[in-house]
């Protein structure tokens, strides 16, 4: 079966840290660009990061830029996001995604996503 699996969310305080993981199964992850996005329900997933197959490319959101860190050991079929100075606004489920040929996609261009990994920020 190929598929994605998110782990490392929690609930954190605000200013708190994670990691999070993607792990791939079914398929080698290194020849795939990878994205990641997050969700709060009734709004729209939103793109956070991204990273090229070889890890040489990487674009953040914004709102996450010097918060979060993507990479990846394509050793451990894994890509990760560690994000950092946690606030209640980067309370969602957090996604991966990938793509086999173009790095940062549209979201309808992603082949494989994960079912998500909750990350709460709250006091």
Do not use: H, M
């Amino acid at each position: 079966q190929v598929q994605l699996v998110e782990s490392g969310g929690g609930l954190v305080q605000p200013g708190g840290s994670l990691r999070l993981s993607c792990a791939a199964s079914g398929f080698t992850l290194d020849k795939f660009n990878i994205g990641w996005f997050r969700q709060v329900p009734g709004k729209e997933r939103q793109g956070v990061s991204c990273i090229s197959s070889t890890g040489g490319n990487t674009w953040y959101l914004g709102s996450v830029k010097g918060r979060f860190t993507v990479s990846r050991d394509n050793a451990k079929n894994t890509v990760y996001l560690q994000v950092n100075s946690l606030k209640p606004d980067d309370t969602a489920v957090y996604y991966c995604a990938a793509d086999p040929f173009y790095f940062c996609p549209p979201e309808g261009e992603y082949d494989y996503w994960g079912q998500g990994t909750q990350v709460t920020v709250s006091s």
